[in-house]
């Protein structure tokens, strides 16, 4: 991936996964750290017991349409000319990944809420686990140069 059609080198698509990554993390580090300074308990004195039913059908919601939106998105990348396949490819993790960066922070902003790790932190991490999988570690077109 030479980024000819605009789009990111392999090197720069994997840092840019990278970053989406440490902002989710570095989120979470941030509201641990608040929690921890605050007993353990939420920033929000009542907290809607609704919200961790939020985060449970938003967390997998997000996940089931991330892999499947990898999927489609990567089948379609695979029949690109390869001079557009590149961008057609980094779409593909990328779109995925943000969709599962959102569920992640929702999860994150609820357990900073509500100061209930479960279900809300459980959820962001199994979400940020998968953001993680999703990084690629090797570019697909390299022999093809």
Known sequence: M????????FAQQRLICFALLLGVGAFALVV???LQQNG?????PEVDPM???????????MAVAALVMRSVLGRQA???PSATRAGARFRAVLVPMAMLEG???LGIT?????GAAVPNLVVALVLFALMIALVPLRDPDEGVR
């Not at 919200?51 to 938003?58: D, N, R, S």
């Not at 609820?110 to 509500?114: A, C, H, K, R």
């Open 103 to 105: 569920g992640a922070l």
């Open 32 to 34: 641990a750290f608040l």
């Open 110 to 114: 609820v357990w900073m809420i509500s």
């Open 51 to 61: 919200l961790g039913t939020v985060v449970l059908a938003v967390g997998p919601s």
């Open 78 to 80: 695979d029949a690109q």
């Open 40 to 44: 353990g308990a939420g920033l929000s």
């Open 2 to 9: 030479n980024g000819a059609s605009g789009s990111p080198t």
